[in-house]
């Protein structure tokens, strides 16, 4: 999968269950002001994110997810092979 359709479905995926117009994701921004995360929604998106790309999401990882791009980085490091 490319990083343009990581990007692409990453934002259709979280727009719709957060409820955010596309426009509001931009790659420096930060996640959880963006989409209003408390910790519950949080992981709703660790969820989502292993269940849509089969990517595990280990809690000691999460701290170093704090972007958009940072969350893009991850998936397409850790995506299983196709």
Known sequence: MTREKIVEKVNAVLAEEFEVELDVFTPDANIKETLSL?????????????????????????????????????????????
């Open 38 to 82: 408390d910790s519950l929604s949080l992981v709703d998106l660790v969820a989502i994110i292993q269940y849509t790309y089969k990517v595990k999401v280990p809690a000691s990882d999460l701290p170093k997810i704090k972007t958009f791009n940072d969350l893009y980085d991850y998936i397409e490091a850790h995506l299983p092979a196709e």
